[in-house]
């Protein structure tokens, strides 16, 4: 029998949606304007969106300062810039990070001429140094049913995997006093005796390991270890 811990499901189709003829927001934690008593920021992690933007559209956001600003394309490309001298292109197996020392705008430009992007923002609070970083980093799938670390710090921790139907996994926290938030991209997974399916999100703490198994193929998990408050 798996160890009980406290655990909070956040399902896809009651997120937080926000959307026009150009772009569409859907908020799993509370971003913006928007605010629900439950959905309040899991230890470090503020938010977690999944975002699309039409074809050659731009948008814009504010950075506050002591966040680190997460992208992750999961479809496409992303042309991005901000107010602090940064520019680059994002691509599928890529996670960019921003880590803001002073408010400022970035944006996220869709380059294609006829194609949708999608790509996940997560915004982490931040305690490291008093100045500006960023950086980009290539992780690669081509190893299957292996929850691997893309991003790691001393607050928070960032892992991914991808997984064929009926495989098992065993993530073990690094630290007893963090959680863990798990976020489905793809597929439906078993996660610790709880069934998430595709954008399906799960925050779970009290635990020193979670146990999960894919129930499908080609099923990705992104899971993020953070300090809790």
Request: with cysteine; hydrophobic share 35%.
């Amino acid at each position: 029998m798996l160890p009980q811990a406290s655990s909070q499901i956040y399902k896809a189709q009651l997120r937080f949606h926000d959307e026009d003829e150009n772009y569409r927001c859907l908020s799993t934690l509370n971003f913006g304007n928007y605010f629900d008593e439950n959905r309040k920021a899991f230890g470090n992690l503020k938010v977690l969106n999944d975002e699309t933007l039409a074809p050659q559209q731009t948008k814009s956001f504010s950075a506050e300062k002591g966040e680190n600003i997460i992208l992750i394309p999961l479809v496409g490309t992303i042309d991005y810039s901000d107010d602090f001298g940064n520019k680059n292109y994002i691509k599928t197996e890529e996670i960019q990070v921003l880590e803001v020392s002073e408010k400022g705008n970035f944006k996220t430009r869709n380059p294609y001429e006829t194609e949708l992007i999608n790509y996940l923002q997560i915004r982490l609070e931040s305690d490291s140094g008093n100045q500006n970083s960023f950086d980009k980093n290539h992780f690669d799938f081509g190893i299957p049913n292996e929850l691997f670390t893309i991003l790691r710090n001393e607050g928070y921790s960032i892992s991914i995997g991808i997984f064929s139907g009926r495989s098992e996994g065993i993530y073990h926290l690094k630290n007893k006093s963090k959680g863990a938030f798990a976020f489905v991209i793809n597929g439906a997974f078993e996660f610790q005796n709880r069934l998430l399916e595709s954008r399906d999100g799960l925050s779970i703490w009290d635990v020193s390991e979670i146990e999960f198994e894919a129930l499908s193929e080609n099923a990705i998990l992104l899971l993020i270890e953070t300090r809790l408050k």
